[in-house]
């Protein structure tokens, strides 16, 4: 070999080992895992349902103030603060993210701040030889006046457990699979080929270098605009098609089995949920309200409560959940139909239940009690419109004397 041969390869091994030229003989297939975190969680399609199904109802929930004895105080100032609570969020998107929060990570920090609301990230926390809670952002202790630790208790009484922790094996696993399914039709399906020579291949061999460079950069270059390409190949070159290594079959039936585990983190038995969206959406609803929403509005009422009010007032939040928002327009109109039949609430709040606007006089507002709940002989009792009668259940001549 002359010298200027030598010093080609020099220069070209030099460069190669600088990341400076392609080596075609070292690609690697990486399987294409997925570590779970806060930014791609909901990317699972089945957590993003769950999830919003059960933020959804809390969004869609009134907050009210109310007294110990459960009137409602109107006006309160803490009812402006909830409905306002600052700047970048309204009422509605504060509930929201605070549930999802809580689902997802376990606990989350409200944090009041005079007329503020806000939700605290990065919070460290721990107790005192008092047993006193503590809380610091960014190594700044934050009053216990402000800020509630609201958990999602599981077995530890200063950390709450969310989906990110419990479900992390199966959540990695299940998005893993996903992606997996997706890159390979995004990309138009899996390809690999093989490329076999009955020469030996030599990473030296710059003819050989460049032939295999060739025939890879044919191959790139087909697009789905029904491109041929034709690749001449001399004696001892062949190009087989490489099954793809993944299998659909398989792919699905552990998605199929491990996506509903998911649920189950949250409260919520998948199959019997997707069963009664099918059949009935109010006991779907119910169920979902029951299983994972009442536990919530719960726990957000207790900590919500000391936050505004602290331990000593007799002043409570409440969140309340009008379930009739979740059911069918028919559904309604024969629940009102009933309601007015036998009499069990006023017209006004039939009209209001479906979406008419309510009149507001005494006929409207009065409780009416129809034939078919009163005795015969007692009808006199109930009904002013007899014969003879005069509105107050007697008879005209048999009046107390």
Request: proline share 3%.
């Amino acid at each position: 070999m002359g010298v200027r041969d030598r010093l080609s390869n020099y220069v070209y091994r030099q460069l190669e080992k600088r990341g400076w030229v392609e080596d075609i003989f070292s690609n690697t297939i990486r399987y294409g895992g997925r570590y779970v975190n806060d930014e791609n969680i909901l990317e699972s399609s089945d957590v993003y349902e769950l999830i919003q199904d059960i933020s959804n109802q809390m969004m869609l929930a009134e907050i009210v103030v109310e007294d110990l004895d459960g009137n409602e105080v109107r006006n309160h100032p803490a009812l402006k603060i909830m409905r306002n609570p600052n700047n970048y969020l309204t009422g509605a998107e504060f509930i929201k993210l605070m549930t999802n929060t809580y689902l997802l990570q376990g606990e989350v920090f409200p944090v009041k701040d005079g007329d503020r609301l806000h939700l605290a990230a990065s919070v460290y926390t721990e107790l005192d030889e008092r047993l006193i809670e503590h809380y610091k952002v960014n190594g700044e202790e934050i009053p216990s006046a402000m800020i509630r630790h609201v958990k999602n208790i599981g077995t530890n009484h200063l950390k709450g457990v969310g989906l990110l922790e419990l479900g992390k094996n199966t959540l990695e696993g299940v998005m893993s699979a996903e992606k997996v399914l997706t890159d390979k039709y995004k990309k138009g399906g899996l390809l690999a080929f093989l490329l076999q020579l009955d020469a030996h291949i030599n990473p030296q061999n710059a003819a050989q270098s460049k032939l295999i460079k060739a025939i890879l950069d044919q191959l790139e270059q087909i697009d789905e605009s029904h491109t041929v390409k034709m690749i001449p190949l001399g004696k001892g070159y062949k190009i087989e098609t490489l099954e793809s290594p993944i299998d659909d079959q398989k792919t699905l039936a552990f998605l199929n089995v491990y996506k509903k585990d998911l649920g189950k983190y949250l409260g919520i038995n998948v199959e019997t949920y997707t069963a009664l969206l099918k059949s009935d959406m109010e006991k779907a609803m119910m169920y979902l309200h029951n299983k994972a929403v009442k536990p919530i509005m719960k726990n957000f009422e207790d900590h919500l409560s000391l936050l505004f009010f602290g331990r000593d007032s007799g002043l409570r939040i409440r969140i309340k959940i009008n379930i009739l928002d979740f059911v069918s327009y028919s559904t309604k109109t024969n629940i009102g139909y009933n309601i007015v039949r036998t009499g069990i609430t006023s017209p006004d709040n039939v009209a209001e239940m479906l979406g008419f606007p309510k009149q507001n006089t005494p006929e409207t507002q009065a409780i009416y009690i129809s034939n078919d709940l009163t005795k015969i002989g007692e009808k006199n009792a109930t009904d002013d419109s007899l014969k003879g009668g005069d509105g107050n259940g007697k008879e005209k001549g048999n009046e107390d004397t």
